[in-house]
């Protein structure tokens, strides 16, 4: 009692009680307490997560907005960086290369086929690029608030898919300036680009994982998603290139099985007419839907185990 | 049960002798044991910073390379109770902020317990916003993020605004917060981060930021939370603000906890140690 009323108002140690021969961990046991920080359970963590779905939402908004907020064309900004990408490519590829050279449908097809394969390959290339930054990047935040960790990856994939979205008017001008007019055909962007959308996050968060550990990887990355580039047939067609030089055909089977290459061919398929079916790969949805949830799922999980380490250094 | 009781019994004794504030039970609400907190920091290594020594490192396999470790907590144990306000002194870089960071479960512990009750919250000045984004940008995310609806938000963004006074000299609140001067980015960040009830409240430094008129409103709001929150920890380098809102104070110095106890023995050793 003396030691209550000693240090002002209130007391600064407690009475003596049963509960001082109990050990930190029992005590808070007792009185419910938890561990701080723990990482909570896979189904907990989806429910706290679409419990900041909002803030999610509204994140990704906010960093599309932020991305050319100090530059004087704005938001203009967002539709002529693809459209300068694929004009430094066309040059390049189309017209030094000659990669117009067997596209399907013809040379008169290559625009479509470019800009197309060039939105739609930066729409997973910006996510694993940004992805890598999604934690190491926003550390005070981080370390400032508590909050699902996933969501930043999350929201950064989002971001890119409503920019990919403001390039799809581009690309609408120039597919219809081609004569491509919208048809029924067109409806299949909506379920290619959702299984792209999850294969994205997937990649995003595992991303944002090794990033965290390894700051190292936002310098390397850029190197590895232009291979990659390379590799997927953005401004040529693979089954063409490769055959001009006589490779095995189970390289180009591989290539045009890879995760890019499918999004990439799907929607070509769905907008370009005279895109045949014959020019995708075999079981491309089956692919499509495979590689979204494999890495929709795998790296969710992935990033889940390491959920209470963020933030650490 | 009838140990609780017993204690409330107490507990409610106090409080008639001595008034405000109101006195529940003794509840643990913080528990910390034997503490310890390692940052690594990348480029931080001695020697030389050419492209030739960082490979030599890693070739060589040096332990560290490129890495190191500050041990910035080392071996804190304390209990804290509902009610208590708790007063964190000690000089620069005692591991302080980093204590409360653990507390807040946002950085890991390398060793040792930290056991708390509901989730805490971190309140600091620090805490990072969107410099693109406006000031209303921010104060929308930052209340999403720290898991209102967007409802609350809604309901709370006019008082967070005018706790803030960011208004007060013309329509600032949606400029970009790259334009706001140091002070009314803490001020904004301070209004938003108090415009949640909080379990458990650690203030880090907060009571400083702004002008006297700021700084008198939030020490009100601190109070306020204090009477909503289960325990406040208040970490400052104004001894003033301390003996005015704690009365239990931890000095932490190297990150060792020095002493724990009533406020005004803590600081008079404090003071004495400061050569003030």
């Known amino acids: 009692m003396t030691e209550t009323t000693q240090g002002g108002a209130v007391g600064v140690k407690p009475p003596p009680s049963p509960d001082d021969s109990l050990s930190p961990a029992d005590l808070a046991a007792k009185y419910g307490l938890t561990v701080s920080g723990a990482r909570p359970s896979l189904p907990q963590y989806v429910k706290q997560l679409w419990g900041r779905r909002h803030f999610i939402l509204a994140f990704s908004r906010a960093k599309l907005t932020a991305q050319y907020s100090q530059a004087k064309l704005g938001q203009l900004w967002q539709v002529v960086t693809p459209l300068l990408n694929a004009a430094v490519y066309y040059f390049i590829f189309g017209v030094i290369m000659e990669g117009r050279k067997g596209i399907p449908g013809g040379q008169g097809n290559y625009i479509p086929f470019l800009v197309t394969g060039v939105f739609v390959f930066t729409f997973t290339q910006t996510s694993v690029l940004n992805g890598v930054r999604a934690i190491s990047g926003n550390l005070g935040l981080v370390r400032a608030l508590h909050f699902p960790r996933a969501s930043l990856p999350i929201s950064i994939s989002l971001q890119q898919l409503q920019q990919l979205l403001f390039s799809m008017i581009v690309l609408v001008a120039i597919l219809i300036g081609f004569g491509n007019y919208p048809s029924l055909s067109w409806l299949l962007i909506l379920p290619a680009l959702a299984c792209q959308f999850l294969f994205n996050t997937g990649l995003a968060l595992i991303m944002a994982r090794l990033g965290s550990k390894t700051p190292d990887l936002a310098q390397l990355m850029p190197f590895i998603t232009r291979t990659w580039l390379y590799a997927s047939g953005v401004m040529f067609f693979l089954p063409y290139q490769l055959s001009k030089i006589r490779a095995e055909p189970w390289l180009g089977d591989l290539l045009q099985a890879n995760p890019a290459a499918v999004y990439m061919d799907l929607i070509r398929f769905a907008v370009i007419d005279s895109y045949p079916a014959s020019s995708l790969p075999p079981h491309v949805w089956a692919l499509a839907l495979g590689w979204g949830l494999l890495m929709g799922i795998g790296g969710f999980v992935f990033f889940w185990k390491s959920e209470e380490r963020y933030g650490r250094g | ?276």
């Not at chain 2, 509901?118 to 969107?130: D, K």
């Open chain 2, 1 to 276: 049960m009838a140990v609780a009781e017993e204690t409330q019994e107490k507990a409610e004794i106090v409080q008639q002798a001595d008034g405000p504030p109101a006195q529940k039970p003794w509840i643990p609400t913080v528990i910390a044991q034997d503490l310890h907190i390692v940052y690594r920091v990348y480029g931080g290594a001695k020697g030389k910073g050419s492209a030739t020594a960082a490979l030599n490192r890693i070739v060589r396999r040096k332990p560290g390379g490129g890495v190191r470790e500050v041990h910035a907590v080392k071996g804190v144990s304390f209990t804290a109770y509902r009610g208590q306000a708790i007063g964190l002194i000690g000089s620069n870089g005692s591991g302080k902020s980093t204590l409360l960071r653990a507390i807040a479960g946002l950085l890991p512990a390398e060793s040792g317990h930290v056991y708390t009750n509901g989730q805490p919250s971190l309140l600091g000045v620090n805490a990072a916003m969107m410099n693109d984004l406006t000031g209303e940008r921010n104060v929308v995310l930052g209340g999403l993020a720290m898991g209102l609806s967007r409802e609350e938000v809604a309901e709370r963004y006019q008082s967070i605004v005018d706790f803030s006074g960011i208004n007060e000299k013309g329509d600032f609140i949606t400029l970009p917060m790259r334009t706001y001067s140091s002070g009314m980015a803490a001020r904004l960040r301070f209004s938003i981060a108090a415009a949640k009830n909080h379990d458990v409240l650690m203030i880090d430094e907060a009571l400083a930021t702004g002008d006297k008129k700021f700084q008198r409103r939030s020490e009100k709001r601190v109070r306020q939370l204090r009477e909503e929150a289960g325990t406040v920890f208040l970490v400052s380098h104004n001894n003033k603000s301390i003996r005015d809102t704690c009365e239990r104070t931890l000095w932490l110095e190297k990150g060792e906890l020095v002493h724990d106890g009533p406020t005004e023995e803590v600081l008079k050793e404090y003071e004495k140690f400061t050569g003030k």
